[in-house]
C-alpha cells in the first residue's frame, strides 16, 4: 500500500510541513529544555474544525486534526465516503478524559457524573470525531495495545485494502499526555533531566513524556503527491541485519523502556541508523512519527540528520544530511520482551 | 467478494446466563434471567445488572476481572476445538473486543493519587499486564497477530470480523477472536448519566422498554481455515462467512435516525458471504431495549428483511455486556443455527406499534442456511456478522 497523505501533530506543530521543519534544524537543548513535549492545540485557529469539536477533549481532538490534514495532504479530491476506512491506534487511550470522569465520581458521587465526560471517555470517540469530521461510512476500527499498536493498525489497513474493504484507509495513532501518566512513566523509568533523550544509550535509559498523534492516508492506488510504499510489516523477524538492501535504520529507541538493548541486535554495521524521537518525545506511539520521518526522506530524497547523536556503542549512525538516492527504509521497534516489528518503506 | 469458508471449531461463552455455553443454552431454552443488584462493588445506583456469579478459581485472576472471564470462554472454546494450551506450533491470531479491559481506571489508585501525589503501582501492573489479546496470546503462546479491538459495544464483533480478514488475507490459520468486559462502576455510573439504564430488567423492541440493563461475560470463537481443520482432523458445520462494519458519522452516543450505518454494514456482511437478505433465517439484533437503538435497528430490520423476519435480543439473558457483547452473541447465533431454535426474545411482551416488526415471543424452530447477528455502537461504529450452518457450495 502506498501513503498518500500524512497528517501529524506534536510539541512542534500541526502538518507536515511543521515536522519537515523540525527535521531539518535538528534538535536544540535551548529550545527543547521541557520535561514534557506537549501539544499547543490552542495554536490551531481553523474555527470550522474546532465548531465541531468543541464537546471534544484533547485526545480526539489531536487525532481529528492529524486525520483531517492527512486527508488534506493527500490531495486525493474525490473519495467515496463510503470506501474510506478509519483505524487508531493508541497505547493509552483518552485516559485524561476517564480521571477527570473519576474525578467527576469522586467529588460529586456515581449519580451525579457528567455524561459528556462518560462518552469522551470511550476508546473509540476519537474515530467517531473522525468519520463525524470527514463524514466517513466506511468500516472503523480503534484498537489499543502497548508496544506495537501502530504497526497492528498499519497491518490490518493492509487486510483491509487487499480484500477491498475499502480503497482508502485513514490509520494512525495518537496518545495524551496526562499528569497521571506522568506520574506513572516518570516512577517507572528515569527522567531525561537534562532536556535530552538520548536514543543510543540503551541502558540506562532516560524519557521525556510526550504527546501527539499521525495519520496516514493510504490506499492500493498512487498519486503524484505519494510519499512512499509500506511494503511490508513483520513482527518478530530474526536476523534483522542480514537485508541489505536497506539505506537506513530508523529504530524507536526513546528511553520509554528501562532496557532499549534489543535495539543493538537490530543495528548493522553496513547499514547507517537513525532515531528521531528528541524531536518528539518518548511515546509507546513514537513508531508513527519514525515512520514519518522516514516517509518524508524517501519522498524528499534526502536524510535528516539524527537529532542527538551520544553514541556509547560506536553505532553506525546516519551522519549524511541532505539529497540522496533512497530506495528502503526499515521502521524497527522492540518491545520490553525484546520481540520487534519493522515497516519496511520502499521509494514509491 | 466472497469470503472462503472460515470454519468455525470452538465456542466458548460466559455470562449471566451461565458459565458455558451449555448452561446459557439451558437458560435461554426455559427464559430463566438471572439478573440481581451489583454484587461485585459498593454503589449506591440500585439498577439491575447481569453478573457472571462464578468464576472457576483457575481462572480467577485478582484485580483483572475481564481477562479472568475471557480466559473462561478461551478454555471452552480451545477445549471444544481440540486445541492445546500451548498453541505456538500452530499460526494463531488472537483478536479481542473489549472496553473496561483496556482502560486504566483504578478508583483505589486514583484517590490515593489524589490524595498524596503518590500511589501504588500495583494496579497500574495489572493494567499494563492486562491487555486483553495480548495476555491471551502470551498465555497460550499464540505467535501470529494479536489485536485488542475498543470499538465500544461492536468491539467484540469487530475483533471477530478482523480475524475473519485475517485468516482470508494468510495471517494466521487459526483465530481466537471475540470479546470479555466486566462489569464496572465507571460503565454503570457513565450509563446512568446518560439515562438509558432501565431500572427495571430490559425489555428490547417493547412498547415499554425503557433502557439497558449492564452484564458482564465474555464470549470466544476458535475460526479456523478448512486447511487448517482439516490437518488437525477437525471438522465443524459451522462457519462465519461474512463480516461489515460502516460508520454513521453522526453522534458520539446516538445512533443514526436513518440507520444507514447499520444498513452499510449489513448489506457487505451478506455481500461477504455471497447470499441475499432472504437467504438470512434469523437475526440476533443487538436490542439493547433503549428507545433510540431499537427505534432505529427495527426500522433496518424491517427495510432490508421484511415484517416476517424472526429476530431476537439474547440481551434479556446476559444484559449489555458492551465489549463482550458481540462475542456473546456470536456464540448465541451459531449455536442456535446449530441447534436449529431461537429462544424467546426475554423481556419483550407489548409490540411497538412505531416499529412495526416484533421479536420472537417464545422459543421458535428455524430452518434455513444463514444468521446474521449485529452491533450498533458508542461512536456509531456498527458492525454484522453472517454465520452459515452446514455445506457451503
Not at chain 2, 486483553?132 to 497460550?140: C, D, L, Q
Request: charged share 20%; net charge neutral; glycine share 10%.
Amino acid at each position: 500500500m502506498n501513503i498518500l497523505g500524512i497528517g501529524i501533530v506534536f510539541t512542534g506543530g500541526c502538518g507536515i510541513d511543521a515536522y519537515e521543519n523540525a527535521l531539518i534544524k535538528g534538535f536544540n537543548a535551548e529550545d527543547n529544555n521541557l520535561f514534557v513535549y506537549s501539544v499547543d492545540l490552542d495554536r490551531i485557529k481553523d474555527k470550522n474544525l474546532w465548531k465541531k469539536l468543541r464537546r471534544a477533549d484533547k485526545f480526539s481532538k489531536m487525532a481529528v486534526l492529524a486525520a483531517a490534514d492527512a486527508a488534506t495532504n493527500s490531495a486525493v479530491l474525490h473519495m467515496d465516503k463510503k470506501r474510506l476506512g478509519i483505524i487508531v491506534s493508541s497505547a493509552f487511550g483518552p485516559q485524561v478524559t476517564t480521571f477527570d470522569f473519576l474525578d467527576g465520581l469522586l467529588d460529586y458521587g456515581e449519580v451525579n457524573v457528567s455524561p459528556t465526560v462518560f462518552s469522551n471517555s470511550v476508546h473509540n470517540a476519537a474515530s467517531s470525531y473522525i468519520a463525524g469530521v470527514l463524514g466517513v461510512h466506511g468500516p472503523c476500527l480503534t484498537i489499543t495495545q502497548f508496544y506495537f499498536s501502530f504497526q497492528t493498525a498499519l497491518q490490518m489497513a493492509g487486510v483491509w485494502l487487499d480484500e477491498e474493504r475499502c480503497d482508502y484507509c485513514l490509520v494512525g495513532a495518537v496518545d495524551q499526555y496526562g499528569e497521571v501518566l506522568g506520574y506513572i512513566q516518570n516512577h517507572k523509568l528515569s527522567l531525561a533531566e537534562d532536556g535530552r533523550i538520548k536514543p543510543f544509550n540503551f541502558k540506562p535509559t532516560y524519557q521525556i513524556p510526550a504527546e501527539g498523534s499521525v495519520f496516514f492516508l493510504v490506499s492500493k492506488n498512487k498519486t503524484d503527491n505519494t510519499f512512499c510504499k509500506i511494503e511490508s510489516i513483520c513482527f518478530n523477524k530474526n536476523n534483522l541485519d542480514n537485508n541489505v538492501d536497506v539505506d537506513l535504520n530508523i529504530i524507536d529507541a526513546d528511553g520509554a523502556m528501562a532496557d532499549e538493548s534489543a535495539y543493538l541486535s537490530a543495528i548493522s554495521p553496513k547499514i547507517p541508523t537513525a532515531a528521531y524521537a528528541p524531536l518528539f518525545g518518548s511515546m509507546m506511539i513514537g513508531s508513527a512519527f519514525n515512520c514519518t520521518a522516514g516517509a518524508l526522506m524517501l519522498k524528499n530524497q534526502a536524510y535528516y540528520k539524527n537529532p542527538v547523536t551520544d553514541n556509547p556503542h560506536g553505532i553506525n549512525l546516519l551522519q549524511d544530511q541532505g539529497s540522496s538516492s533512497i530506495e528502503r527504509i526499515s521502521c524497527i521497534r522492540y518491545n520490553c520482551n525484546t520481540e520487534n516489528a519493522i515497516i519496511h518503506l520502499k521509494r514509491a | 467478494m466472497k469470503n472462503n469458508n472460515v470454519l468455525i471449531t470452538g465456542m466458548g461463552v460466559v455470562s449471566a446466563a451461565g458459565s458455558n455455553l451449555t448452561e446459557a443454552l439451558a437458560s435461554l431454552k426455559v427464559e430463566k434471567r438471572n439478573a440481581g443488584s451489583v454484587s461485585i462493588f459498593e454503589t449506591p445506583l440500585k439498577y439491575p445488572v447481569f453478573e457472571v456469579k462464578k468464576i472457576p478459581k483457575e481462572f480467577d485472576l485478582a484485580g483483572r476481572r475481564t481477562i479472568s472471564l475471557a480466559l473462561c470462554a478461551v478454555n471452552e472454546a480451545l477445549f471444544m476445538a481440540g486445541l492445546a494450551s500451548d498453541l505456538s506450533k500452530l499460526r494463531v491470531g488472537v483478536c479481542l473486543g473489549t472496553t473496561v479491559g483496556s482502560q486504566l481506571n483504578g478508583r483505589k489508585f486514583y484517590e490515593s493519587y489524589r490524595l498524596s501525589g503518590s500511589a501504588p503501582m500495583l494496579a497500574v501492573d495489572r493494567y499494563l499486564k492486562g491487555n486483553p489479546a495480548e495476555f491471551i496470546s502470551r498465555k497460550f503462546k499464540a505467535h501470529s497477530p494479536y489485536m485488542t479491538v475498543v470499538n465500544a459495544c461492536s468491539s467484540a464483533s469487530d475483533a471477530i470480523g478482523a480475524a475473519l480478514s485475517w485468516i482470508n488475507n494468510g495471517l494466521c490459520d487459526i483465530a481466537i477472536a471475540g470479546g470479555a468486559d466486566e462489569l464496572s462502576r465507571i460503565s454503570l455510573s457513565g450509563f446512568g448519566s446518560l439515562g438509558i439504564i432501565s431500572s427495571d430488567l430490559c425489555a428490547p423492541f417493547d412498547a415499554n422498554r425503557k433502557g439497558l440493563n449492564l452484564g458482564e461475560g465474555a464470549g470466544v470463537l476458535i475460526l479456523e481455515s478448512e486447511s487448517s481443520a482439516a490437518k488437525r482432523g477437525k471438522s465443524s458445520d459451522l462457519y462465519l462467512t461474512g463480516y461489515g462494519s460502516a460508520s454513521d458519522a453522526y453522534h458520539l452516543t446516538a445512533p443514526r435516525p436513518d440507520g444507514l450505518g447499520l444498513e452499510l454494514s449489513i448489506k457487505k456482511a451478506l455481500m461477504d458471504s455471497g447470499i441475499k437478505t432472504y437467504d438470512i433465517c434469523f437475526v440476533n439484533a443487538h436490542g439493547t431495549g433503549t428507545l433510540d437503538n431499537d427505534k432505529v435497528e427495527g426500522a433496518v430490520l424491517q427495510n432490508l428483511f421484511g415484517k416476517r423476519i424472526k429476530f431476537l435480543s439474547t440481551k434479556g439473558f446476559t444484559g449489555h455486556t458492551l465489549g463482550a457483547a458481540g462475542g456473546i452473541e456470536a456464540v448465541f447465533t451459531a449455536a442456535a443455527l446449530k441447534k436449529g431454535w431461537i429462544p424467546a426474545s426475554a423481556g419483550f411482551m407489548n409490540a411497538d406499534k412505531s416499529l412495526g416488526i416484533a421479536p420472537v415471543r417464545e422459543k421458535t424452530k428455524i430452518n434455513g442456511k444463514y444468521a446474521l447477528s449485529t452491533s450498533l455502537a458508542f461512536g456509531g461504529n456498527n458492525a454484522a456478522l453472517v454465520f452459515a450452518k452446514s455445506v457451503i457450495s
